[in-house]
């Protein structure tokens, strides 16, 4: 039965940001923590997990991400700039250092509160910004994405199986990129048929840089929900969270 369900697995696509994980439980476990969230970081996971804390907790961690990246025989087609490949290239890319810390307490019986602040996802990449070295600067040699988040949550113990919980994100994103800026660089002169050319293409080359940054509006989105224990070896926790 498991072999069948691996074999009939869709395809998956690759994205350009990683979501990281908050917790070190949580992380190990590979994110499958909604059934059995607790402590400051059941704000991510499902925030009825909460009414688990039986007393003050804190806690706070960091990640240690080491982007290594490399394209090989890369090129760019079409074109008569020189040096646009085929070749390899690595990326050149810093550590990254995702920060995620917390707070839960109950306040009696029923009630429990907590907030967590972290970094969900995000990637910051470098490459060779040289033409002549990297084709691709042309399309980016640099990119960012990271969101940065505060979520208050609290939670309410309706019985001994069952507690709701609720809470708000606040956050912020930043993106940006920084690519090289391809065009033609001397409109009368042409590249001859034996250079690669048809004898009437224009010369192509680097005419500059261009950078851009963009900061969205300070947001907030809504993160529910249920953790119920309809025996003693099983938990059930349903969790939503708003775009």
């Known amino acids: 039965l498991l072999g069948a369900c691996l074999l009939a697995a869709g395809a998956s696509w690759a994205g350009n940001v990683d979501t990281y994980g908050i917790g070190s439980r949580a992380t190990s476990l590979g994110g499958a923590y909604a059934a059995n969230a607790e402590g400051p970081f059941a704000a991510y996971y499902n ?4 009414t688990q804390t039986e007393s003050p ?63 969900p996802f995000g990637l910051h990449l470098e490459w060779e910004d040289n033409p002549a070295k990297n084709p691709m600067s042309y399309n980016v040699y640099e990119s960012w994405y990271d969101r940065r988040v505060v979520s208050p949550t609290a939670a309410y113990k309706v019985n001994d199986q069952l507690s709701l919980g609720f809470g708000v994100s606040f956050g912020r994103s930043t993106a940006g990129k920084e690519y090289n800026v ?8 042409v590249l001859p048929v034996a250079l690669g050319g048809n004898g009437d293409d224009p010369v192509y080359g680097k005419a500059g840089t261009f950078e851009a940054e963009l900061t969205d509006d300070f947001n907030y989105s809504a993160n529910i929900g249920a953790m119920y224990q309809p025996a003693e070896n099983w938990n059930i926790g349903p969790t939503y969270r708003s775009q």
């Open 47 to 50: 925030p009825a997990g909460l």
């Open 57 to 119: 907790v804190a806690s706070a961690g960091l990640m240690v991400l080491d982007p290594n990246l490399e394209a090989k025989n890369y090129e760019v087609e079409n074109s008569n700039a020189d040096n646009l490949g085929p070749t390899d290239v690595s990326d050149e890319s810093d550590n990254l250092y995702p920060p995620h810390l917390g707070l839960a307490m109950p306040i009696n019986d029923r009630w429990s509160i907590g907030v967590a602040a972290y970094a």
């Open 182 to 189: 391809y065009s033609v660089v001397n409109p009368n002169k």
